[in-house]
């Protein structure tokens, strides 16, 4: 790698010497020029010019032909220099440093050094001053990494990412064993942490874990978590990478605009385009939350085995003393999710908290659509919803997440409905959401028969009063 830095190193060199002396001549052909232009305006006189017409010297000389043959070597040379240098990375024990300042999460140093290697090859390309090898350069740089984050960074490492974050995977004491030995140098090896299937600890389920089984359990969740933050810190590296770029072509006094239509602009903003790539292929949204999500999909349909709201009043005495099934849904869902955003970013965390509020929701409006509502039981939902609502606000850090939340204010709005007394009250409440009230006429309908205690003529004669207002 050393050698084949050096190699890009002399390339950019000789590219940036042709490019300045071919300015320098450039510029004394245009004084010779400019001169002879003067001279033949003070005479009157055209010069001889010995049958040459043109300028003195053409647009495109040898020398510059030369230095575009250079930009392609130097192109060839700085992406095999970048995928050598993340294979080299992958092929050593991975680090990791601490990502952002709160929680337990980290990124791996594969992420750094994949940037640093780009950075060092963009600067070099506009160290050179040539607009052909800058555009190549640029343009190989983020064509190099659109295939390398996803394919590195991706696939089986998130996978398998996956897999351990949702405790599907378990570490068994031989694993352990080898896997304890890098916790003091704090590093992690990811073809060993990930290489081989693991098997469940020795004594089956339910086993207690030992220590050993703990601290490997700890370094493999550890990765897992950086697998999905080196995704977040790809698109922020990308960010700061392309304002590097910009300030340094600045300084370089390049006439340089970066919404402008040139090469040059089009190939630093490729940086920006391969962000917004990363966002599109959200790692979390793509692999981790749909199995989250079935998961949830279990865990609320277990819970709902223990669901009534026609219940009456000693029913409802019974709910209070044994418990309400969202309770319990909070319960489990909460203690699943924990353990998987203690090693993710804050942004991660977000991201994974907002989807599991709104599934849930969603999974428990499905219940509620299969249910029967006595006065009684739309007590009980209401103080099931605001358990609910309570316990979003917890998590999300206050009012203003849960705000955002369709899934929430859905499940909000069907107990309104099913606890109102007088029908006549219905167009208050929905006129009172306004533009934030969730379900449609059908909808309405639908959960307003679901409650028992209204006679079958007075739903009637409210819908007929509801088709003439309307």
């Not at 140093?109 to 090898?133: C, K, P, W």
């Not at 916790?183 to 090896?189: G, H, M």
């Not at 849930?360 to 219940?367: A, D, G, L, N, Q």
Request: hydrophobic share 40%.
């Amino acid at each position: 790698l050393e050698e084949l830095d050096k190699a890009c190193e002399n390339v950019a060199l000789m590219i940036q010497y042709i490019e300045s002396y071919e300015g320098f001549v450039r510029h004394c052909c245009e004084e010779v020029e400019r001169a002879r232009e003067y001279r033949e305006k003070e005479t009157g006189k055209k010069e001889d010019n010995g049958g040459n017409e043109g300028p003195v010297l053409p647009k495109i000389t040898q020398l510059g032909e030369v230095a575009m043959e250079l930009s392609a070597v130097l192109g060839g040379g700085e992406s095999a220099l970048l995928l050598s240098t993340i294979s080299s990375t992958l092929e050593s024990p991975l680090s990791h440093s601490e990502y952002e300042d709160t929680g337990r999460a980290v990124c791996s140093n594969l992420v750094e050094d994949m940037f640093y290697a780009t950075q060092r090859a963009a600067l070099r390309a506009i160290a050179s001053g040539h607009n052909t090898t800058m555009c190549v350069i640029l343009n190989q740089c983020a064509n190099t990494l659109s295939m390398v984050i996803p394919s590195v960074l991706g696939g089986k490492r998130i996978a398998k990412a996956v897999g351990v974050l949702l405790g599907t995977k378990t570490i068994s004491a031989q694993a352990a064993e080898a896997l304890a030995k890098e916790v003091n140098s704090n590093l992690n090896n990811l073809r060993s942490t990930f290489g081989s299937s693991l098997a469940s600890p020795a004594g089956g389920g339910g086993a207690r874990l030992t220590e050993e089984d703990r601290v490997a359990r700890e370094i493999v969740r550890k990765e897992a978590g950086a697998a999905f933050n080196d995704y977040a810190v790809s698109v922020e590296y990308l960010g700061k990478l392309q304002e590097v770029l910009v300030d340094e072509l600045i300084r370089a006094e390049i006439d340089f605009d970066l919404d402008s239509d040139t090469q040059l602009a089009a190939a630093t903003r490729g940086f920006r385009v391969v962000a917004k790539q990363l966002v599109e292929d959200d790692a979390i949204h793509g692999s981790l939350l749909p199995a989250v999500g079935q998961i949830i999909k279990g865990i609320v349909e277990k819970a709902s085995e223990t669901c009534r709201y026609d219940i009456d009043e000693s029913g409802f005495e019974i709910c209070e003393t044994v418990g309400s099934w969202i309770a319990h849904i909070c319960m489990d869902v909460g203690r699943l999710v924990e353990e998987i955003v203690e090693w993710l970013g804050k942004e991660g965390r977000g991201k994974v908290w907002k989807y599991v509020m709104n599934e849930t929701s969603k999974r428990i409006e499905i219940v509620l659509r299969k249910r029967r509502f006595s006065e009684f039981g739309s007590l009980r939902l209401d103080a099931d919803v605001r358990l609910l609502v309570n316990w979003s606000k917890e998590k999300l850090g206050g009012a203003a997440g849960v705000g955002e939340l369709e899934g929430l204010s859905r499940i909000k709005q069907i107990s309104r409905l099913v606890g109102l007394i007088d029908l006549a009250d219905l167009k208050n409440v929905v006129s009172a959401e306004g533009r934030n009230w969730k379900l449609k006429k059908g909808e309405i309908k639908g959960y307003l028969n679901l409650k028992d205690t209204w006679e079958a003529d007075e739903r009637e004669g409210e819908e007929r009063q509801d088709r003439g207002s309307n």
